[in-house]
């Protein structure tokens, strides 16, 4: 376990720091930059120089990398070179939008795969799971913006059950908030249990085939029973590296959904800063967001290996033909 | 287990029983609290309109209807947010559209019909042959209750020429001194007389801000409107208070909360969802409200134009007759049409209605056999057009109008700061690009902006309308200025494009124009309780 421990707490730094260098050079190719944004379309190339200067954009390259990095390690995340807010501080607010999404969409997309995923390979052979198979394919192909668009149209303006966009924050009506994150949620959600109740179903499919199973069944278990009381537990294993990976994508994929829905969150805060060329603001919400997807593969892997005693050990982990 | 008949029951189909029944019961309790969560959270909050009138009722709103005084909240969608709201150093118009009028006022403003009318300064007179402007101001105060005196003037103008923002800056290129005469007096002495100088205190350039402000603009702009800037929470929205303490007549509206959403159909939804009261909005966004008698569609004159422009340094553009083909290829009624919507009106000049020098002819018409056989002559086949990604319907008129007449055209289309810095940085790196903004002729005078063409004969028009002795003359002299400019088609502009919002039919008081400043004016609208 203590292995497993440090090679994934391993990959994390090593990933972390080649992430920041990718972030930070990224920003710098693209073209452009904020004190253009500043200053508009009228700017006179001396007015950029000075804002460039104010800036620091004119340090060398090595010398703007660490100022931000060193900085980062410590807590300052920097501020925005055109509003001047607080990055750490409007990453934090944000985070109260775009996690409670990204986690409710994530948690009801498992629940229902979970459910429909095991129905699915119960009724493999028959109409019912056909049924649940060709939906899950709808739900795959529908894209995110679509399905919000058309939540919106109905639920919001035709029948005026839930808000059309905006965000009410959490201290001023929890409510409120809950309710503003209800469609967002929804359009995010279906194509989630969509894909994951696809790995449901093969994953449970996979495990009605083993002898444990038919044991169950011989004790007098029906395969329903078996399936929900013995195989689920095994099902589950993928599904969990699945559900990590995508509630990592989940973080940085909701702007979007923020962005039909009006929503403050961590996706629009990262589109905005793009467009204006806000480099620390980009390099210091993309390190954020990479860091945390880093820590969901690191937690995944760690509970992979809970879930699974054998890869607690490497005779585990390199399968059942290894020496001892 | 036995079942009623006293038959054996097998306990597994109890417990199955059993599972099925709480199942079912969950399920019910799971949609009841889905349902509850929906329905008791209640509507939008805020005033909107929530019973439908009945259909018939106008769609164009009457000077003057009775004004709802119980509903004086205005909730606005924008789409454009600014990074601050420092107008000092940035020509954003995001800015000027929020805070102009409303919360920062100018010591002029024109009229709906472009006449210039006091504002702050309440009078002013001029002397030594025009070269001396002397403003008598208001008795105002600015939003902390502080009054505003001629020392704030002095200082604001002060900023105003030290600015690098060449847009601000340029009114006060041939001030030679600004003075206080007493506490509501301000002197400007200019070294020639300017006919301009007067119109520019109409713009960004009069704001009025309090001595030592300017600091504080990013993000607490203050002024002696009548609107108070509240709060303002980036990337959601701000909120504007009515100031009670205004010197001139207080609005209706107590409150006006501005929502930054930047997708038009998601504005329109909010509309549409009682949840914003007026919105922004693009030709395109408007079919889901066009018939529905809740809504109403306010359209005004902007400054914006349209244009396509030629890069002067570019060997291939120095042709006289290439460039005239270029302009007679593209119909403007097309560019009017297909980008704007219908949202505009044909333009050939770098003046907008509205504007002194105005003027609706042309140098060239649309004529695509003269311009083929100009084309041919000039033996071009392939021309570049750089553009922002938004301007794709644009790219996508001008390829065509040019494809029909023999013309091939490369599109590199870019994001804005890339563009920015391509095309309007120090070294413009384009042959042909299309793109719209509110600047005038004088931007374009030596070394010719991004286009890079300096035309010795438009100055000289400019500056002699600027020393012009009457209006008229100045206004006449502008237009030779732009029409000299337009002939060299460099910039060859199609039209002048109007604005939408969307909003409610019950509201009123939303001016036909924004010229000059791109402010939306919150000081007239109301509620109306016909129609709500």
Known sequence: MTRVVLRALGTLLLSAFLGSILLFVGMRIIGGDVANVMLGKSATPAALSEVRRQLGLDDPWTTQYWDWISGFLRGDLGQSYASGYDVASEIARRLLVTVPLALIAMVVATVIALITGTAAALNASNRRGAVIDAVSQIGIAIPSFWLGVLLVGLVSVRWRLLPAGGFVSWGASPLEALRSLVLPAIALMVPLAAVQTRYVRSSMLAVLDEDYIRTARARGHTMRSAALVHGLRNASIPIVTVAGLQLGSLLAGTVIVEVVFGLPGLGQLLVTAVNGREVIVVQSVGLVLLVIVLLLNFCTDLLYAILDPRLRTRRGAEGPEAPA | ?532
């Open chain 2, 1 to 532: 287990m036995v079942n009623v008949a006293g038959a054996p029951v097998s306990r597994r189909r109890h417990v199955g029983t059993r599972r099925r029944s709480l199942r079912a019961a969950l399920i019910a309790a799971l949609t009841g609290v889905a349902l509850g969560v929906a329905a008791c959270g209640g509507g939008s909050s805020g005033n909107s309109g929530t019973t439908a009138p009945a259909a018939g009722t106008a769609t164009t709103t009457p000077a003057s209807r009775p004004v709802d005084t119980s509903k004086t909240t205005l909730r606005f969608g924008f789409f454009q947010e600014p990074p601050n709201w420092d107008f000092i150093a940035s020509d954003s118009t995001a800015i000027k559209t929020i805070i102009g009028l409303n919360v920062i006022e100018t010591l002029l403003q024109r009229s709906d019909d472009g006449k210039l009318q006091p504002l702050l300064a309440k009078s002013y007179k001029t002397g030594d042959g025009g070269r001396q402007y002397e403003l008598t101001l208001q008795d105002a105060t600015f939003q902390d209750g502080s009054p505003m005196t001629s020392a704030d003037v002095v200082y604001s103008m002060d900023q105003y020429r030290k600015s690098k923002n060449a847009t601000i800056s340029s009114a006060y290129k041939g001030v030679s001194k600004i003075e206080a005469v007493d506490d509501h007096t301000v002197r400007v002495t200019l070294k020639q007389p300017s006919n301009s100088f007067l119109g520019a205190l109409a713009t960004e350039a009069g704001f009025v801000i309090k001595k030592g402000s300017a600091a504080s603009l990013k993000t607490k702009p203050m002024g002696t409107g009548p609107f108070a800037f509240s709060s303002w929470r980036q990337g959601v929205g701000l909120t504007l208070n009515r100031y009670d303490g205004y010197w001139g007549k207080k609005p209706v509206l107590k409150t006006v909360k501005v929502s930054y959403i930047t997708d038009g159909t998601a504005r329109i939804n909010q509309l549409r969802a009682g949840q914003l009261d007026l919105v922004f909005a693009a030709a395109d966004d408007l079919p889901p409200i066009q018939g529905d008698p809740r809504f109403k569609t306010y359209e005004y004159t902007t400054a914006e134009k349209s244009y396509l422009a030629l890069n002067a340094k570019d060997p291939t553009l120095k042709d006289p007759k290439l460039r005239q083909g270029l302009a007679e290829a593209i119909d403007p009624k097309a560019i009017i049409k297909g980008v704007l919507g219908g949202l505009g009106t044909p333009l050939c000049v770098l003046i907008s209605p509205g504007e002194p020098g105005y003027t609706n002819r042309c140098a060239y018409s649309f004529d695509p056999a003269s311009a083929k056989e100009l084309l041919a002559e000039a033996g071009v086949k392939t021309l570049r057009l750089k553009y922002i990604s938004d301007f794709s319907k644009s790219a996508d008129v001008v390829s065509s109008a040019l494809k029909e007449v023999g013309v091939t055209v490369k599109r590199e289309p870019r994001d804005l700061p890339t563009y920015l810095k391509e095309v309007l940085g120090a070294r413009p790196d384009y042959q042909l690009t299309v793109l719209s903004g509110p600047q005038s002729i004088d931007a374009w005078r030596c070394p010719g902006w991004f286009v890079g063409y300096c035309d010795k004969a438009m100055d000289k028009l400019l500056d002699d309308a600027d020393t012009a002795p009457s209006p008229g003359d100045y206004a006449r002299l502008r237009q030779q200025a732009a029409e000299q400019y337009a002939k060299q088609s460099y910039v060859r502009v199609w039209a002048s494009a109007k604005q939408a919002v969307a909003g409610s039919s019950a509201l009123q008081g939303i001016r036909p124009t924004i010229v000059p400043l791109s402010e939306f004016d919150f000081r007239g609208i109301s509620f109306t309780t016909a129609g709500s």
